[in-house]
């Protein structure tokens, strides 16, 4: 169970090109779902939380409107990078938490992005 | 604020040998502590978490850790590591109401032959 799905694995796109990740929740409903970019040989950031039906909480320093979210439902949360640029190029991982008072996230697989 | 300090970046070890992969906490509040493993150009795969009761937690692939609340630790350890267990090492806690991770920089265990 609390199985976690990101779409793409990879992706490769254009500079200036818009690309949209989507995160799954299999077999739960995730009223929290966070994403997360990591960095070669570096720790995960976290970009920012979303809640089912509200704005995401963007974490400071990362811009919302390059970083577009939306949690449209309790099992899908999508995370569109707008304009792509080469320094967008990373390792996006979400996780989803299946409850507020939940003490665990379970992760994706991530997806590979590589703007050229 | 809540933080994480894993003390070692890199811990080469050989196949056979045991080991033992530090991560050190602060908080003011009670917290929730995970270890995760990622292989290369994967995502991450929990090991094992302390949310309450005993203080030895033992998860998956033989792994093990022990929450020390006096002296805020949560060490991994494998007492006989395999090539397979070549990964990156990330510990994490939860705390506080708004339930995020506080992640640790990670550790590289290399195991050699």
């Known amino acids: 169970g609390a199985v976690v799905s990101q779409h793409p694995s990879r992706v490769i796109c254009k500079s200036g090109t818009s690309v949209k990740i989507e995160c799954r929740s299999l077999d739960f409903q995730a009223t929290t779902m966070f994403w997360y970019r990591q960095f070669p040989k570096k720790s995960l950031m976290l970009m920012a939380t979303?809640?089912?039906?509200?704005?995401?909480?963007?974490e400071q320093g990362v811009e919302k409107d390059k970083f577009l979210i939306n949690h449209a439902s309790l099992t899908l949360s999508t995370l569109t990078v707008t304009s792509a640029h080469p320094e967008d190029s990373s390792f996006y991982i979400c996780?989803?938490?299946?409850?507020?008072?939940?003490?665990?996230?379970?992760f994706g697989p991530g997806t590979r992005l590589t703007v050229l | 604020a809540q933080s994480v300090t894993q003390l070692d970046s890199q811990v080469p070890v050989f196949e056979e040998a045991p080991v033992e992969l530090r991560c050190n906490y602060s908080?003011?509040?009670?917290?929730?502590l995970f270890w995760y493993v990622q292989y290369p150009n994967q995502g991450l795969q929990l090991l094992l978490k302390y949310l309450s009761g005993s203080t030895l937690v033992k998860g998956i692939n033989g792994f093990e850790a022990e929450f020390n609340k006096s002296q805020t630790s949560f060490h991994l350890r494998k007492p006989s590591v395999h090539i397979s267990d070549t990964a990156e090492y990330f510990c994490?806690?939860?705390?506080?109401?708004?339930?995020?991770?506080?992640w640790g920089l990670g550790t590289s265990l290399a195991v050699n032959p």
């Open positions: 908080s003011s509040v009670s917290v929730y």
């Open positions: 979303s809640n089912e039906g509200s704005k995401a909480t963007y």
């Open positions: 996780s989803a938490r299946p409850g507020l008072l939940y003490n665990e996230q379970f």
């Open positions: 994490a806690v939860n705390a506080g109401n708004n339930r995020k991770l506080i």
